[in-house]
């Protein structure tokens, strides 16, 4: 695993590509080594994938320890922690001395860093992307491979090679197995979502640059793979340092950090040490794994960009994503989706529910989807309220459709449970040891982590359903008694 974006960016993410270097070939400005394509396996195991040219297997200590070697040689100072196997994670910072809470660890220069400023190896390959304003990520991307491709001729050769051939990731994952064993969550559309998006940006990039300098840019190098491989590396590595500015960055030897459910640290540039640091909410002793945040994620989300869940009930922020849907049978149908569509929101939308609740714009689209006729002028209000795009009152109450919203909340609700319900029962509890996965066949593999996400999103949903069968049922016995205490007065009076 790697180092998260800790800031909630939305990042992209796909397959992995396979490579075996043949040679160098000259171009007329750079040189980048041939490469020839093989079939791709799309496999955690270190048996059924192809090499790279460049990269190690990701629980590679040799790669590592060598990467280390070479920053101290750069100018990172000596560390308090060294890089070791661990239980979580393939590889992970161990603490080699006694830690203190509270205590700025890493410090890792500004030179060690890469950044959309950074210098290229093949300088007319970054001032091409750069006079057709590449954005950061698709920038940083290229700058990889036009990094990588260059071997031990590039300055970045020790920390490519430490670099993982494969991240882990679930959008690795085939179509049919998405599909097979992720049908239930709401998480597989978004994998899907990523996979659409590099793949878009890639060919948008080779349409409008990569076929127009093709000597900087040959497509034995700069191809769907490549491109995909290294989106997989910032997705899982890139991080946002507030202090410089809010620039995204890869930051060498931090990327080894594991990710804690209970620790609440981050990365960010230190201007009194001009380093790269974080700062420990815990002490460590000498042999403990040393963690740090990759942001407040739901099992789901480090299961799409990471390839790990974290055990049932460990992660407080952990949510899922609960679908409403307006019925096409509504009368005012056509009219309330317009309205969705003003504020950014459509006729199936997802909100996410936590063990502690849902959020109000959930309860706003409830009340719009509900809504008769006759509560026309609150469809906007409501639509506005739904959206978390707009500053509108959200904490609306609307008592005459209550329980009708709450109803409709439950059903749907009730409605992603058979889902659930439908493969966990399918699929048996397996209980394996998912935190090494290389001891696994790929399917045992990806089953596993399936049971893992869709056991901890049931338990939500169980718990969202507890309590809104409980809200309607005192609801409804409130009505029962006031419809009794009504019926009395009546038979009083007659």
Aim: charged residues 20%; neutral net charge; aromatic residues 10%.
């Amino acid at each position: 695993m790697g180092m998260a974006e800790a800031s909630r960016m939305t990042l992209y993410s796909t397959l992995v590509p396979c490579f075996s270097p043949k040679g160098y070939v000259a171009h007329r400005h750079c040189h980048h080594p041939v490469s020839r394509k093989h079939q791709i396996h799309c496999s955690v195991s270190t048996q059924q994938q192809s090499p790279l040219a460049w990269g190690c297997e990701i629980d590679s200590l040799e790669n590592a320890s060598a990467l280390q070697r070479w920053l101290s040689e750069c100018g990172l100072p000596p560390q308090k922690m060294g890089i070791e196997r661990v239980d979580v994670g393939e590889r992970g910072l161990v603490a080699l001395k006694n830690i203190r809470k509270g205590e700025k660890l890493l410090f890792v220069p500004p030179s060690l860093v890469i950044t959309s400023n950074s210098e290229w190896s093949c300088s007319e390959a970054g001032e091409v992307l750069k006079r057709n304003s590449v954005p950061d990520w698709p920038l940083l991307a290229t700058y990889l491979i036009s990094e990588a491709s260059l071997l031990g001729s590039s300055r970045w050769s020790n920390y490519i090679s430490a670099l993982p051939r494969q991240p882990y990731s679930l959008l690795y994952w085939t179509q049919a197995e998405l599909d097979r064993y992720l049908e239930a969550s709401q998480i597989r559309e978004r994998a899907i979502e990523r996979i659409n998006n590099v793949i878009g940006t890639y060919n948008d990039l080779r349409l409008r640059i990569f076929s127009k300098y093709p000597d900087l840019f040959p497509d034995e190098v700069f191809n769907i793979e490549s491109f995909k491989w290294s989106f997989g590396i910032l997705f899982s590595r890139l991080v946002r340092l507030p202090s410089m500015d809010g620039h995204v960055a890869l930051v060498p030897w931090a990327d080894m950090l594991n990710h804690s459910c209970d620790v609440e640290t981050f990365l960010d540039y230190d201007k009194t040490s001009k380093g790269i640091v974080f700062t420990t909410d815990r002490p460590y002793q000498p042999g403990e794994q040393v963690f740090i945040s990759y942001g407040t994620k739901s099992n789901g989300e480090l299961l799409l960009s990471y390839g790990f869940v974290p055990k049932e009930g460990a992660n407080p922020t952990d949510s899922v994503e609960l679908s409403l849907s307006l019925k096409k049978s509504d009368a005012c149908y056509n009219e309330k989706l317009e309205l969705l569509k003003k504020y950014g929101l459509s006729a199936s939308q997802c909100f996410p529910i936590q063990i502690t609740g849902w959020p109000l714009e959930l309860m706003a689209y409830a009340y719009l989807s509900v809504s008769p006729s006759s509560m026309r002028g609150k469809f906007e209000e409501m639509a506005a309220a739904a959206s978390n795009n707009t500053t509108t009152k959200k904490d609306l109450r609307y008592p005459e459709i209550e329980e009708q919203a709450l109803q409709f909340i439950l059903d749907s609700c009730e409605s992603s449970l058979s889902k659930y319900n439908k493969f966990l029962q399918a699929s048996g509890s397996l209980d394996l040891d998912v935190t090494s996965p290389k001891q696994l066949n790929r399917r045992l593999f990806l089953k596993q982590l399936a049971v893992d996400l869709c056991t901890s999103e049931q338990r939500i949903l169980f718990r969202a359903q507890y309590i809104l069968r409980r809200k309607l049922r005192d609801m409804r016995a409130g009505e029962l008694r006031a419809l009794k205490l009504f019926n009395g007065f009546q038979n009083l009076f007659q």
